[in-house]
């Protein structure tokens, strides 16, 4: 393993610096023989102890490919991440999105520690609060207001009562499958939630603009407003852009209905577009939400919106015990800051087309057939024989995590600007392996 590439543009911890010559590359990793879980698998008992399932959401491991994956991450450094077994990945999930420019950014780094010593979470905000507003406002199209909070599913939340106060009517549309959170009326597993949590939405298909229209026909005068992701990227399934139309359709009904259209860019956020991921085909939203990629791994969300929510966003009582901690604060104004001064979406994008292409490359040589879908910066890729088995996806993604190379079977991967091309080409040769184990899958 080379010091450059664990640590990506930041300067490696002393132990790393010392453990550097003898540590192996992501790419020998146990090497495409098993890999070594122990301190993982020990973990996970311990945690099954305590905490109920282990690990719980869709971190859990038995949403991955059971056995074959790390349970825990202990280190993390630029676009890469260690178990607690020692093992190295190339990380594609980058945290789920949050990492976009990279773990312990050192630019991040110095603007958090600055604020950890002034004040974090305090009685009241701090100053930094108002120049995050200000900067979102000021690179968002169309925005003239941001609040804040934690994640994305409350910042949702938030935007659906705020069209309603607006609006002063309940419904709201959303895509059928779409995932906005794990509040109730939106959580993609019903068990705990009363069906009247959903009793206030209506589904449409994702790119069925007719099939909005007839919701509008029918709900003409209770749809308060229609929320959607810039792209289709629910876990489970192929990432689908907007057809042609389709974003400014969703546009031109709301405002013929007199419904707000909100976008959910929590995922797609500051990977697709700087002004708002829908703004690459033109569409500007009436309230925006970020979250994933805003702060760099700390925990915020931002809830924007143009002048005419501005009351409604006064008159709906919104708040949370940490909605002021001024750590992650700096973080998302630091993070922003590289991303302009990277040129960052651009360098995710190429970076991620690499990535992409290489895959291409490497399924044809194998002789495999593969689908990537989304955008380059988000890419995801399953195997078309699998026929949404995802049992070629299962045997590839745990080939590449056995390689050092973290991918996962059903959900879209992320790019950052802390993968190098040097990274690429590494997790390319390691995929190369995986393709071959995935094609000798056969038919079932
Ligand atoms: C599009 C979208 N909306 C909302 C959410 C919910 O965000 P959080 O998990 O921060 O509550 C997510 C999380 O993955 C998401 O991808």
Partial sequence: MKNEKWVAGAKPLAREARAAKQAPRAGDNQHMSALKLRESKRWLERARAVIPGGVYGHQSPNLLVPGRYPAFISEARGCRVRDPDGNEYIDFLCSYGPMVVGYQNPAVHRATEKQRALCDAGTLPAPNMVELAEKLVAVSEGMDWAMFAKNGSDACTWALALARQRSGRDLIAMAGGSYHGVHGWCNHFTAGFPDSDRASTVEFAWNDLQGLSALFDEHSKSLAAVIVTPFRHEAGADSVMPAEGFLEGIRSLCDRHGALMIVDDVRAGFRLHRGGSTQLWGVTPDLLVYSKALANGYPLSALLGNESLRSAAEGVFVTGTFF?????????????????????????????????????????????????????????????????????????????????????????????????????????????????????????
């Fill in 324 to 444: 002021t901690q001024a750590v992650p604060i700096a973080a998302a104004i630091a993070t922003l800051e590289e991303l302009e001064a990277k040129d960052g979406i651009a360098y995710m994008n190429a970076i991620g087309e690499r990535f992409c292409d290489g895959l291409q490359r490497g399924a044809d040589k194998a002789g495999v057939q593969i689908h990537v879908s989304g955008p380059p910066s988000i890419p995801f890729m399953t195997f078309p024989a699998d026929a949404g088995s995802f049992e070629r996806s299962r045997v590839f993604a745990a080939a590449c995590v056995r390689g050092g190379v973290f991918v996962h079977p059903y959900h879209n991967w992320f790019m950052s600007t802390a993968h190098q091309e040097s990274d690429i080409d590494e997790a390319l040769a390691i995929a190369a392996k995986a393709f071959r184990e995935a094609a000798r899958v056969r038919a079932s």
